[in-house]
């Protein structure tokens, strides 16, 4: 037991709670069952919590309903971990999900029977997450929607620590300045660690038009040394002296005196790039490290009404989106958007001349069709980034994004 209070605490809605203790007293339609789903499953390592919902249920982000057919043996949806054995029982035209089997149709009175060994080897795996880390992990971090004056505010780099180094890698040492009045400065509760990056690209409504945020581009991360300061020094200035007329000149001989005056001059932040995905130069901005947060991926279907519309693919110069691609949509959280939120893709039927017609063709436009599924993982206020789970076609921009069936 002490193995598996270790695991991290995983909220549950009050909604998602509520479904599964109406479906652990009744069950699920056999109806909702996945085609094939199986007899009986033992959870293993790479699983994930929607491969696993999708092998049982028609729907994959009804994975609380999954988990209401045995909440008496799986209190928290989040943890199921690899060796658990699943069963699948059907009775009545109704359908439930257990631990361990059951004797004529009664509900088991105990949970899967393991040795000491094996179930400290259970508890002490990690559980499954709901979908695979590493497709979501780098745009955790990477991505960033801000408006366009934080991020015309946001401080710059200005130099390098080598007249002769234009590009920066890690390992290497730059110079940032904020603005007058917000210059970067290193004092208790103010941050050191910062994400650098690249012109900002506005993500444009394709119905509105309007711009809904502007997406920096992710170049890296860098430490604060020092922070910004001022100097004086001796700075060699030049001027033009008057002069005396030279005989039988009505104008004075053009010359230059130098002299030395001592002038206060801003001393940029001092950065060390601690990571890169592409070479750093100067100009690029530099934002502070947001701070780890939990996110939590139950997928789940929104209980708003949603319509929207994809705004980009995520990646340079990429027009078409496929399976485990990234896109953002132009919903957010002021719209209702969250963590988790499975909506289903829809592919926007072509417009084209019916040419069946005996006389001139008349412009027509042909249904949308559901293509797909994509999850929510990281919303921000006006725009959303999303996963593609399952795809048929690919997805472009200007492609719909509605509640699931």
Same mark, same amino acid.
């Given at each position: 037991m ?6 991290p605490?995983y ?12 479906v ?6 056999? *109806?909702?069952?996945a085609k094939?789903a ?12 929607w491969?696993?919902?999708?092998k049982?249920l ?27 054995h699943?069963?699948?029982?059907r009775?009545?035209g ?5 631990t361990?089997r ?10 899967i029977?393991?040795s ?13 997450p ?14 960033l ?9 946001a401080?710059?780099?200005v130099?390098t620590?080598?007249e002769?180094?234009?590009?920066l890698?890690?390992?290497?040492r ?6 007058a009045d917000?210059?970067?400065?290193m004092?208790p509760g ?8 690249r012109?900002?690209?506005p993500?444009?409504?394709?119905v509105s038009g309007e711009v809904l945020g ?10 604060l040394?020092?922070?910004e *300061? ?7 200035? *030049?001027y033009?002296?008057?002069r005396?007329?030279?005989?039988g ?12 005056e001592?002038?206060?001059l ?18 690029d901005?530099i ?16 209980d708003?009404?949603v ?7 995520y990646?340079?110069?990429?027009r078409?989106?496929g399976?485990n ?20 893709l829809? *592919?926007?039927g072509r417009?084209?001349l019916?040419?069946t017609?005996?006389e001139?063709?008349?412009?027509i ?6 293509n ?12 959303s ?13 200007g ?6 069936k």
């Amino acid at each position: 037991m002490a193995l598996a209070q270790q695991a991290p605490h995983y909220p549950i809605t009050p909604a998602q709670r509520a479904t599964a203790v109406q479906v652990a007293q009744s069950g699920v339609p056999i *109806s909702e069952l996945a085609k094939n789903a199986p007899d009986e499953y033992t959870v293993r390592r790479g699983d994930t919590l929607w491969d696993i919902a999708g092998k049982f249920l028609r729907s994959p982000w009804r994975w609380p309903q999954l988990w209401g057919m045995n909440m008496a043996a799986i209190h928290n949806p989040h943890l199921i971990y690899p060796g658990q054995h699943l069963y699948l029982e059907r009775q009545g035209g109704r359908a439930w999900l257990r631990t361990a089997r059951s004797t004529d149709g009664a509900a088991p009175t105990e949970t899967i029977r393991v040795s000491p060994r094996n179930r400290v080897e259970m508890l002490a795996a990690d559980p499954l997450p709901t979908l695979k880390p590493h497709l979501i992990e780098p745009f955790l971090t990477e991505p960033l929607v801000v408006d366009d004056d934080t991020f015309q505010r946001a401080p710059r780099i200005v130099a390098t620590s080598s007249e002769r180094r234009v590009l920066l890698s890690k390992g290497d040492r730059a110079y940032a300045r904020g603005p007058a009045d917000a210059p970067v400065l290193m004092a208790p509760g103010l941050p050191t660690q910062f994400r650098v990056f690249r012109a900002a690209k506005p993500l444009v409504d394709p119905v509105s038009g309007e711009v809904l945020g502007y997406e920096g581009q992710y170049v890296g991360q860098a430490d604060l040394v020092r922070g910004e *300061s001022a100097s004086d020094e001796d700075v060699e200035v *030049s001027y033009d002296p008057p002069r005396t007329p030279a005989a039988g000149s009505r104008n004075p001989e053009p010359g230059t005196e130098a002299d030395n005056e001592v002038k206060t001059l801003p001393v940029p932040a001092t950065l060390d790039i601690v990571k890169t995905k592409e070479e750093i130069r100067a100009g690029d901005r530099i934002l502070p490290e947001p701070p780890r947060e939990f996110r939590s991926y139950v997928p789940h279907a929104p209980d708003i009404p949603v319509n929207a519309r994809v705004v980009s693919v995520y990646g340079d110069a990429v027009r078409y989106a496929g399976q485990n691609q990234v896109v953002v949509i132009n919903k957010g959280l002021r719209d209702g958007i969250e963590n988790g939120h499975v909506l289903a893709l829809q *592919s926007t039927g072509r417009q084209m001349l019916d040419k069946t017609q005996k006389e001139r063709g008349e412009l027509i436009k042909l249904p949308d069709e559901r293509n797909g599924l994509a999850m929510v993982f990281r919303p921000f206020d006006r725009v959303s980034y999303a996963l593609v789970m399952q795809i048929d076609d690919p997805v472009q921009v200007g492609d719909k994004l509605i509640n699931p069936k």
